[in-house]
């Protein structure tokens, strides 16, 4: 069965400094996406970055960016000049043929 | 941006009784609609994948003949949580991939419900 596991329940970042956040994952499939996404206190969730599997290159949206290594089944999200709003709960996500699945999320603190 | 509508926000009910949770799709179509589950924890599970004028495909462990989903239009989906129970109690969370490019996923703001 799929597992992702996000080890780091909480995280802190100063205003404008970067922080990067860990997701790794288990699977015996070859083809499947990988998410993070957001929430925020309002519980409004938002989709940061997707990236497929079969994609060598790393996903960037703006400030987000992600290091996927296949191999070693890691997906850990960059976020650069961190700003107040980037403050949430951060969730990886794995979907492939199977079942998709969650992490425990990351709190992310943003210190102005 | 894209805004996607989930009716009501909040609704308590009575055990035994069902319950309708709509979520729409304001100003795009949307023919892949998606209901999540938010525990008390906060730790999600994607229920299920509602797709237009066919039937839903849930995950793995998720009841079917008691959640629910009809997706009637490209802008609309509805999860009815039938014969409820308080375990059911919980944040649902519905999303719609956009259909013109299918990369945009957009959130509704959920609705929490509440089994008495």
């Known amino acids: 069965a799929q597992t992702v596991t996000q080890s780091q329940p909480e995280m802190s970042v100063q205003e404008a400094e970067t922080v990067t956040l860990s997701c790794t994952y288990d699977t015996s499939e070859s083809d499947y996406y990988l998410f993070w996404y957001k929430q925020p206190p309002s519980r409004q969730m938002i989709l940061v970055i997707r990236?497929?599997?079969?994609?060598?290159q790393n996903a960037t949206e703006n400030r987000f960016s992600v290091n996927f290594q296949k191999a070693a089944k890691s997906f850990s999200l960059k976020i650069s000049d961190s700003q107040l709003g980037d403050a949430a709960m951060y969730f990886c996500?794995?979907?492939?043929?199977?079942?998709?699945?969650f992490g425990d999320g990351t709190t992310l603190t943003v210190k102005p | 941006g894209a805004v996607v509508s989930q009716h009501p926000s909040r609704v308590i009910c009575k055990s035994g009784t069902s319950v309708k949770i709509e979520c729409r799709s304001l100003?795009?179509?949307?023919?892949?609609m998606f209901w999540y589950r938010q525990f008390p924890k906060q730790s999600l599970m994607l229920m299920a994948t509602?797709?237009?004028?066919?039937?839903?495909?849930?995950e793995q462990g998720v009841e079917k003949d008691k959640f629910l989903i009809n997706h009637a239009s490209l802008t609309l989906s509805t999860l009815t949580v039938t014969s409820a129970h308080p375990e059911d109690s919980s944040f649902y969370i519905c999303?719609?991939?956009?259909?013109?490019?299918?990369?945009?996923?957009?959130f509704g703001p959920g609705t929490r419900l509440t089994v008495t």
């Open positions: 100003d795009f179509q949307a023919t892949t």
């Open positions: 990236q497929e599997a079969y994609k060598q």
């Open positions: 999303s719609a991939r956009e259909d013109t490019t299918g990369r945009e996923q957009y």
């Open positions: 509602s797709n237009e004028g066919s039937k839903a495909t849930y």
């Open positions: 996500a794995y979907k492939g043929a199977g079942k998709s699945t």
